[in-house]
């Protein structure tokens, strides 16, 4: 570890620095520029004057100092040696301070690198003592950073399975397709009733086909498309009408039913392409995961500045930890891939960041097997 020097010594080495500065310029001007300070000093400070020598009673020539000039030069020159010593502590500690915060840097840097890079370091094992305040910031910053790179790689792990397992069921409808395809093709006298079932399992296969593909475009597009709101005041009432009715014939497959109540004239501030997307997703989600033979609620109602609007349905109870995991990308309620429930994990997660975008909120609760989807927006007035 390299020595310091403590204030007092840098001070008196200043100080001896200064005299020897002195001494030099002395040097200077008496020694190598012939006597110029000897003459300087004999014209500016002396006094001759003749006086008679009481001992032989001649005239002579008497030399003597001017002392009020000389305590004038002795008074300057110590104001001015005053003047260049602290000029010159102030830019020697000046120096030395400088270096001491970069040489701090230079070890925090070191200790931070050290512990960061580390997996298993203990920063009390790192970092100094009068570093106890950092130590404990950087414990903090490295255990979010930690759990931000868990969440990453179990986003990447999803969606890696994700691609791999819709990459195995783009298979089966396909191989489906050319298979009745083929039977209709090689048999052109097939009776119009087999036809028309093999017609409409080879329609029903291709619908499923198209929604693999989906998966795959929304898992493509989901990180490449920037989203840029273009916002406009939104009667929420005939979008909800107009959503419902879209989704009559996935209603009816299983015999479920919406119930909307929005009031008259309520009205939100937004993006209708990208809030029609929202609770299309949340939707579909709700009617996947209803049992058959229920009602579906909509709900739209004024709270304070916001338009808070639910959807509930009737089903499976969501288990607790699972409710905070919904939202998050590529995350499916149902983890087998037997069903056609669910899709790539997306569409929550979308709807989530398109909520947030207009400044809104969205929230699922679940007991009971009911489970409801809350989003809260601005009110437009």
């Known amino acids: 570890m390299k020595n310091k020097l403590t204030t007092p010594i840098k ?12 001494y030099l310029i002395y040097y200077l001007m008496d020694v190598i520029l012939n ?11 002396i006094i001759t004057r003749t006086g008679i020598d009481h001992a032989t009673g001649k005239n002579i020539s008497i030399s003597e100092i001017n002392w009020p000039a000389f305590k004038n030069l002795i008074f300057t020159s110590m104001i001015i040696l005053v003047a260049l010593v602290s000029i010159l502590v102030v830019l020697i500690s000046h120096y030395y301070a400088r270096r001491e915060v970069r040489d701090s840097i230079t070890r925090t840097g070191q200790y931070i690198n050290t512990y960061m890079t580390q997996n298993e370091a203990d920063a009390a094992e790192i970092f100094p003592a009068d570093y106890l305040e950092l130590s404990a910031q950087m414990v903090r910053l490295k255990a979010s950073l930690q759990q931000h790179q868990q969440i990453l790689q179990d986003e990447a792990r999803r969606k890696d399975d994700l691609i791999t397992y819709l990459a195995h069921d783009l298979k089966t409808p396909l191989t489906s397709i050319i298979g009745y395809l083929s039977l209709l093709d090689e048999i052109p006298e097939m009776p119009s009733g087999q036809r028309e079932r093999y017609v409409r399992i080879t329609l029903d296969k291709a619908g499923r086909l198209e929604d693999l593909i989906n998966e795959f475009f929304d898992i493509v597009r989901y990180n490449l498309q920037q989203i840029v709101l273009e916002k406009e005041p939104i009667d929420l009432q005939y979008m909800l009408i107009q959503l419902t009715d879209e989704f009559y014939p996935l209603l009816s497959a299983q015999n479920n039913t919406i119930e909307l109540n929005v009031r008259d004239g309520l009205a939100i501030y937004g993006d209708p392409a990208r809030l029609a997307r ?9 009617i996947a995961y209803s049992y058959p033979d229920t009602i579906i609620k909509i709900d739209a109602v004024l709270t304070g500045q ?4 639910s959807f509930e349905n009737r089903g499976r109870t969501i288990p607790q930890q699972k409710l905070t995991s919904v939202f998050e990308k590529f995350y499916r309620l149902d983890e087998a891939r037997t069903t056609s429930n669910g899709g790539a ?33 601005p009110f437009f007035n």
Do not use: M, P, R
Request: contains cysteine; charged residues 10%.
């Open 345 to 377: 994990g997306l569409g929550l997660a979308i709807a989530k960041d398109i909520v947030t975008l207009h400044d809104g909120d969205i929230s699922v609760t679940s007991d009971n097997e009911t489970t409801i989807f809350t989003v809260s927006l």
């Open 11 to 22: 001070i008196l080495l200043s100080f001896v620095i200064g005299l020897i500065s002195c």
């Open 278 to 286: 929202v609770f299309n997703n949340i939707l579909k989600n709700a």
């Open 35 to 45: 006597g110029f300070f000897a003459d300087w000093f004999t014209n500016n400070y």
């Open 306 to 309: 916001q338009a808070v609007i």
